[in-house]
């Protein structure tokens, strides 16, 4: 029995009905199909430090409680074969794209900011197919092209299609070495023509009830558990997955439904700093930068209702 299960256990149960009401506190994407590169990085060269960063920020997560949602969006790579321009008299830098598994050219511009620390007033450009190295003299900045659309409004306004939703705890490590099967999969199927990307979140859950001193009873785990099920049923729909895995969930739920005896959950995923690299849609879906919907619970089924979004405000990511 493991140290969350045993604290599980020994808890009450929760002696009257409660309201749950989940908003997003943190925000991350990764560039999955990364993390898949059979090459070491090298410290010693900018897009190996950019790698290495990338692997340990996404180990810590593995390490906690957090959700995921794996999402494909249209496959982009920069073009090195041709070449970066300046703007008049600015740091606004035009860039050569290739677009889709047909690798349509395009370009996009964006308005670069320079560093303190940096030497030079312009930095000295490297192209690759997946990355870009911005050298201003005392240091070199790394981003993927992924990076640049979530910075800079670039005119290409592409929704994140959300395929597989999870949790990122697992002390073996699976999902950050590439070696989830279900994630896998769906990442060779998408290869043609998107990218994957994985969108790691950290949420707030509140609870209203008129047994105050149950109002934090449920653990880390039950809450995220509870989520889990919920964002799996919005997603990607009433029968997603494995039979076994569907009556698993569904036990699982019906008991923390019964234990903490959950009235009502919303979940928001909107908040103030969010742009359009967090429009999300699925097969079950339709695009929306917010996705705020209400579940409820019914032997260990979850059913959702998208709600209205005027009256209530945004949550802010900013400390």
Not at 12 to 18: L, T
Not at 61 to 69: D, I, P, S, Y
Not at 124 to 153: A, V
Request: aromatic share 10%; charged share 30%.
């Amino acid at each position: 029995m493991s140290s969350d299960d045993a604290a599980e256990l020994a808890l009450p149960r929760s002696s009257a009905p409660q309201v749950w009401d989940a908003t997003v506190s943190e925000t991350s994407f990764y560039w999955y199909d990364l993390i898949n590169d059979p090459k070491v990085p090298d410290f010693h060269d900018p897009i190996g430090r950019y790698q290495r960063r990338m692997q340990f920020a996404l180990d810590a997560t593995m390490e906690k409680r957090l959700m995921f949602m794996l999402v494909a969006r249209p496959r982009l790579r920069f073009d090195p074969k041709r070449s970066t321009s300046w703007g008049f008299f600015s740091l606004k830098l035009t860039i050569p794209i290739l677009i889709g598994g047909e690798e349509r050219k395009s370009t996009i511009t964006v308005e670069l900011k320079t560093p303190f620390e940096a030497t030079f007033k312009k930095p000295l450009i490297q192209l690759y197919d997946k990355y870009i190295t911005l050298n201003w003299g005392s240091m070199t900045e790394t981003f993927t092209i992924h990076d640049l659309m979530q910075r800079h409004d670039t005119g290409l306004h592409y929704p994140s299609k959300v395929q597989y939703v999870g949790q990122t705890r697992d002390p073996a490590g699976r999902l950050a070495k590439g070696r989830l099967m279900a994630v896998s999969n769906l990442c060779d199927s998408n290869a043609a023509d998107y990218d994957t990307l994985l969108l790691v979140q950290n949420f707030n859950v509140a609870v209203d009830t008129e047994a105050k001193e149950f109002a934090e009873q449920a653990s880390q785990r039950s809450q995220m558990d509870v989520l889990e099920a919920a964002l799996i049923r919005y997603f990607e729909g009433a029968d997603a997955r494995s039979p076994q895995e569907h009556r698993l969930r569904r036990e699982r739920l019906r008991s923390l439904h019964e234990a903490y005896m959950i009235d009502r959950l919303t979940i928001d995923l909107g908040f103030k700093e969010a742009n359009d690299f967090y429009d999300l849609e699925s097969v079950e879906v339709e695009k929306s930068r917010r996705h705020l919907f209400a579940c409820s619970f019914n032997e260990g089924l979850v059913a959702v209702e998208r709600l209205p979004e005027q009256g209530r405000p945004l949550v802010s990511l900013e400390a």
